[in-house]
């Protein structure tokens, strides 16, 4: 009897639960998803060894071995470090970005055949594209939701999975004016609330390129990443592919010595 | 059978009049596919050894095909003017056809500010801040890729670069990419200082306008002059407009034609209406005259008739010659000249059925009935009969001066064709006044010229260009260019490089140079994107490209150019790397070189066509020569003529040459022809040249003239090269008209002709080949070339043939008619003995008979015809015989 009452309270809570779910899908705005988004998915430290692989129109590669670091900061602003390992010409070339939340990233670069100093990039360089890949510099960072408004646009379908579609627009001025995007169209799988596919539109509102993300794997707890994203320049027929072979959540993987230009030029970053 | 052929449509109208339709109808048809090139590809030979090579770079490097839109402005860097900049740039980016554009909107930026590095795209959006739009025009004036490319120095003219695709054999593509970039660039016109495009689609759609204005322009001048010299020469208004009709089908028929073979209508192509106007009339004009000559109480059939006899085997030999003298062009190189060479043999086969068609069909309805021409017998007046005079007297009285002076004027003419220069740049076709020249002398003038080439290096085995060493040596090659002082922009990843170099030292112009090391060359480019370099350097860095920008449109000028550098890159390379100069401007250019041995070749076959013809046409080889002689003449004198007045080789002027001669053996046939009709009755040479020069001077002249005056309105094409063409054409004729009535005279006095065609069309009684002893053992051929270098003689009853007691060496054939012989009293034989056998022997001989030949010499009986009435005999003086 107890069982029977049990079941049938599961039973209901289940009743209830299924129907609620796709109402509270069709309520949630833009924001809440992207929101969603940002609380499954953003890892305060993270460290992802990847192989980048350029393609060009004519399908001629050009592999790079490369670390990324990311940590959180005390502001909650996070740091990247992006190091490249091979081939071996580029090997300990670096770039080191301090997020700011207001004002314009701090950015160093670093290339060891210059000399043991690193040179500051000038400021408002978001749309730069990030060491001749097809990401800019914006694609590779988590944003400031509070900077972007976020449109939800019908839901879609495809292969027999369920998307969110939002449209993300810059609303912050100065964002406006640095970002190289007039608005991005996001493609978030409902089920995990993961961005799967990104289109970019330039700043006079063309398509610009494509991210896509695949192979796709639950790392810890709700939160997934893509092992495999390709971006695909439209524009320039050129494609990046990055694959990432390791992966560490650890907040020691990432240390915060690492986030310094001492660190870049004692070439300790190549340990 | 050439009379049956000639008579046939005046004879069978309504047939030749089917006939005349069916033609039409079908030619019709291939009209609708008549197409129009007016593109790159048709300047060059696709058979370039360069070409394969050519293919790859563009494969690898990016087309070479660029448009470079100028925009000039005193206050260019507003935002008013640069935002409507930026959307012309991002709408050629959305044009179908378009590769790539380059602009400052997308160049990329990399420069050091007080030690901040910048790296960011220039001008990706309009800045509504002025402050911040100078330091962008300060950036853009400071990077040494877009200086000079896309900004000048003053930063009052900027370019959008418009790289096309490679769409070969699609002959719309540059059309319609020109109208697009018009319709993106037209509405900046009002508020900018100026505006245009230069680059291949503006030359094809220049080219596609000049061709139809000449079209619409010259052909109605060229029927004007037609008209003009019929009325003139033949004094007759009504006759004027048959020569249309000929013409008119000649056009409709040969492009028809060239619809079904795929001849496209071209640059030069497109005078094709003029020149079957212009050369057609001549064949007109002699048949004209001819039936005009032959008009007898106004009876259009006995005019025909007379015409067909008289001129009907010169129109098939002169139609026949001009043929192959535009055929023989096709073994140029050249997908121009080739299809110019073949649509113009074909109009002149066209011109030639359509004549012998419609003409005689026409004249047998419409034709005069009566003439203003003087007839044959009697001696051109007025102007034209005087200049006649003047030439005979020359001939007869100052023949080794005429031969001389010609020799001293050939070599001096001869000895100015070594200036010749060639050129086949599409620039260079257009006249200076045109606007496209002034635009591609302000693009070069404010910026870099539109022609560009490509010098592509490959790395020495087992090294690329990320090592300093072949950089180096890239860098020395890209430093000789510049020196060079011709080539306006030379752009190369060297230039990447230094930029780097200089930008990473805090911009020091002493960085300006190639890093030192390899990691440093790699770490360098990650500053770039792949689309940045790729025009470049390869992805494996194992070959670069260097592009270099130029406004040389003179062939022979940058062909001196390329030959220093080809010997620079020698030096500096040596073995260890492979270098390609690549380009359609190069193969362009490399095809001009093609132009001398093209028309040394191309003048060879048909001086031996020509020679074998006539040899052949005339039974001799001394006559195939001489009718060479006359018609190499003007061939010389054109040849001076552009070397004096720098008047290069081009595909225009190129084909002048054999396109003279083949029309101008026509007067030459002319000539002989009649000096062989003149021959068979006229003992003697000298007379029969006055007579054959009398009575073809007249067409010569007005033919000449009328040749003349139709290429020459060339001149006033929309084009250079046609304009060049049609100068030295008339110049070529008004020489080859000079020549045959002064050197031909000269020459014919020594030659004794006998036609084949009258070889073979002989009619000769069987019982004169069979029965005459002097015939005997000799093959018909013989016989009858025997008794055409005889002369025929008709003696009426009583008339005395050879006279008693008369001295000569010549023999006579009777043919018909019977001869007596008559003697006062005994003749005494050589040995002094009594003979009086002859009267036995000879009296009352019926035809073959051979009388007076040499064994009788010195004592020969006066023989006369014999009862039976008039006598005909032919004479054959010995000095032909021997």
């Known amino acids: 009897m107890k069982i029977t009452r049990i079941a049938g309270t599961v039973a209901a809570l289940s009743m209830l639960l299924l129907t609620a779910l796709p109402a509270l899908a069709e309520n949630l705005t833009g924001r809440q998803i992207l929101d969603e988004v940002a609380e499954r998915h953003e890892r305060p430290y993270e460290l992802e060894s990847q192989r980048m692989i350029l393609i060009d129109r004519n399908d001629n590669r050009e592999e790079r071995e490369v670390k990324r670091y990311v940590r959180q900061g005390d502001d909650d602003e996070y740091k990247y470090l992006v190091v490249f390992h091979a081939p071996s010409g580029i090997r300990g070339v670096s770039l080191l970005t301090w997020q700011q939340s207001q004002g314009d990233d701090d950015q160093w670069l670093y290339m060891p055949a210059h000399g043991r ?67 991005r169209q996001l493609w978030i799988r409902q089920d995990i609330f993961f961005v799967t596919r990104t289109d970019y539109y330039d700043r006079r509102g063309r398509f610009l390129k494509r991210q896509t993300n695949e192979d796709i794997v639950q790392v810890e707890g709700k939160t997934w990443r893509a092992n495999r994203s390709i971006m695909d320049n439209e524009s320039t027929k050129h494609q990046t592919v990055i694959e990432v072979r390791e992966r560490d959540f650890a907040e020691d993987a990432v240390p915060a010595r690492n986030f310094t230009r001492r660190f870049v030029t004692s070439g300790r970053h190549l340990r | 059978m050439i009379e049956r052929i000639l008579t046939f449509s005046s004879r069978r109208r309504w047939l030749a009049l089917a006939l005349i339709l069916l033609i039409t109808a ?43 839109i100028f925009i000039r402005d005193s206050e260019l860097f507003t935002v008013k003017k640069l935002r409507r900049l930026e959307d012309v740039h991002y709408a050629l980016e959305d044009t179908a056809g378009v590769e790539k554009v380059k602009s400052i909107f997308n160049s ?21 801040d002025p402050a911040a739009l100078g330091t962008k025009r300060r950036d853009a004036i400071y990077n040494p890729l877009l200086i000079h490319n896309l900004i000048a120095e003053d930063g009052t003219v900027m370019a959008i670069n418009v790289t096309t695709e490679m769409r070969e054999g699609d002959p719309d593509f540059n059309r319609l990419l020109f109208e697009k970039i ?86 030069l192509t497109a005078i094709l209406p003029s020149l079957v106007i212009v050369i057609g009339s001549t064949e007109d004009t002699h048949m004209l005259s001819s039936y005009l000559k032959g008009l007898r109480d106004g009876n259009r059939d006995v005019a025909i008739r007379y015409m067909a006899r008289h001129v009907g085997l010169p129109i098939f030999i002169t139609s026949l010659t001009t043929a192959i003298g535009f055929s023989t062009n096709a073994i140029s190189e050249i997908t121009m000249i080739r299809d ?24 047998s309805v419409i034709g005069p009935r009566t003439s203003k021409l003087p007839t044959d017998e009697s001696e051109p007046g007025g102007f034209v009969g005087w200049l006649i005079g003047k030439f005979l007297y020359l001939v007869e009285n100052h023949a080794g001066k005429v031969l001389a002076v010609t020799a001293g004027l050939l070599l001096l003419l001869g000895s100015q064709a070594f200036n010749i220069r060639v050129s086949n740049d599409p620039l260079s076709y257009f006249k200076d006044d045109n606007q496209i020249i002034a635009d591609a002398n302000t693009l070069h003038e404010r910026l870099a010229g539109m022609q560009l080439f490509y010098l592509t290096v490959q790395a020495a085995p087992g090294r690329d260009f990320k090592d300093p060493a072949e950089l180096a040596k890239l860098g020395e090659v890209v430093g000789f ?98 270098y390609y100069l690549t380009g359609k401007n190069l193969m362009i250019n490399r095809a001009a070189e093609s132009l001398f041995s093209g028309q040394i070749h191309s003048l060879a076959l048909l001086i031996l066509i020509i020679f074998v013809i006539m040899s052949l046409l005339y039974t001799s080889v001394t006559a195939g020569f ?43 046939i002319h000539l002989l022809s009649r000096y062989n009709e003149e021959c068979r009755t006229e003992p003697d040479h000298m007379l029969a040249v006055r007579r054959a020069v009398l009575a073809q001077a007249v067409p010569v002249i007005s033919t000449s003239i009328a040749l003349a005056a139709g290429f020459g309105i060339l001149f006033i094409s929309s084009f250079n090269i046609v304009a060049q063409f049609g100068t030295l054409a008339a110049i070529t004729m008004i020489c080859a008209m000079l020549s045959d009535l002064l050197v031909t005279p000269i020459l014919l006095r020594h030659l004794r002709l006998v036609g084949l065609w009258d070889i073979v069309t002989l009619r000769v009684g069987r019982e004169v080949l069979v029965e005459s002893e002097l015939f005997q053992n000799m093959s018909t051929f013989q016989i009858r070339k025997t008794i055409l270098l005889s002369q025929m003689r008709e003696y009426g009853v009583g008339e005395a043939i050879i006279s008693e007691g008369s001295l000569g060496r010549d023999m006579y054939l009777l043919l018909d008619g019977e001869v007596k012989v008559e003697r006062a009293g005994q003749l005494r034989d050589q040995t002094g003995g009594r003979r009086n056998f002859w009267r036995n022997r000879i009296c009352g001989r019926k035809p073959a008979y051979r009388f007076g030949d040499h064994s009788d010499t010195g004592h020969r009986p006066a023989f006369q015809p014999g009862k039976g009435g008039r006598l005909h005999a032919l004479l054959s003086p010995h000095s032909r015989l021997s």
């Open chain 2, 182 to 267: 018009e319709e993106q660039i037209s509405p900046l016109r009002d508020d900018f200082d100026e505006v245009f495009q230069v680059g291949p689609p503006r030359l094809n759609v220049e080219i596609e306008r000049g061709m139809f204005a000449d079209l619409s322009f010259l052909s109605p001048l060229s029927t004007g002059i037609l008209i003009l010299s019929i009325i003139l020469f033949l004094r007759t208004i009504m006759a004027a407009g048959l020569p249309m009709a000929t013409a008119g089908t000649s056009v409709l028929w040969t492009f028809g034609i060239m619809g079904f073979l795929g001849l496209p209508l071209n640059l």
């Open chain 2, 108 to 128: 990329q930026n990399i420069r050091d500010k007080d030690g901040f590095l910048v790296t960011e795209p220039l001008m990706d959006y309009v800045p509504d």
């Open chain 2, 26 to 68: 079908v030619a019709g048809k291939g009209l609708l596919s008549l197409r129009i090139d007016t593109s790159y590809d048709s300047l060059f030979s696709p058979k370039d050894p360069g070409y394969p090579l050519y293919r790859q770079t563009i494969e690898e490097f990016g087309s070479d095909s660029t448009s470079v």
């Open chain 2, 626 to 668: 001489m009718s060479l002689v006359p018609n190499l003449i003007p061939v010389f004198v054109m040849f001076g003529v552009m070397g004096i007045f720098g008047i290069p080789l081009n595909p225009g002027t190129a084909t002048v040459a054999v396109i003279a001669v083949g029309i101008a053996i026509d007067d030459t």
């Open chain 2, 340 to 363: 110019f060479a073949l649509s113009t043999s074909i109009a002149m086969v066209m011109n030639l059925i359509s004549t012998v068609l419609v003409l005689p069909l026409l004249l």
């Open chain 1, 117 to 183: 100093q690193m040179r500051r990039i000038a400021k408002g360089g978001r749309r730069n594209y990030f060491m001749g890949t097809d990401y800019a510099f914006e694609d590779l960072v988590f944003e400031s939701r509070e900077k972007f408004t976020y449109e939800r646009l019908a839901d879609e379908t495809i292969d027999g999975t369920t998307y969110y579609v939002v449209k993300s627009t810059p609303q912050d001025e100065e964002l406006q004016k640095e970002s190289g995007y007039k608005y």
């Open chain 2, 481 to 578: 260019l510049r020196e060079q002082g011709v080539y306006d922009k030379v752009i190369s990843i060297t230039d990447h490089l230094s930029l780097v170099n200089r930008e990473m030292n805090q911009g020091d112009q002493d960085y300006y140079r190639l890093p030192d090391s390899r990691n440093m060359v790699e770490q360098y480019l990650l500053l770039f994107q792949r689309g940045d370099l790729e025009r470049y350097l390869n992805p494996d860095a194992t070959a670069v490209n260097v592009l270099v920008r130029h406004n040389l449109s003179d062939s022979s000028e940058l062909g001196i150019h390329l030959r220093k550098l080809e010997a620079e890159l020698e030096q500096v390379f040596g073995n260890d790397n492979r």
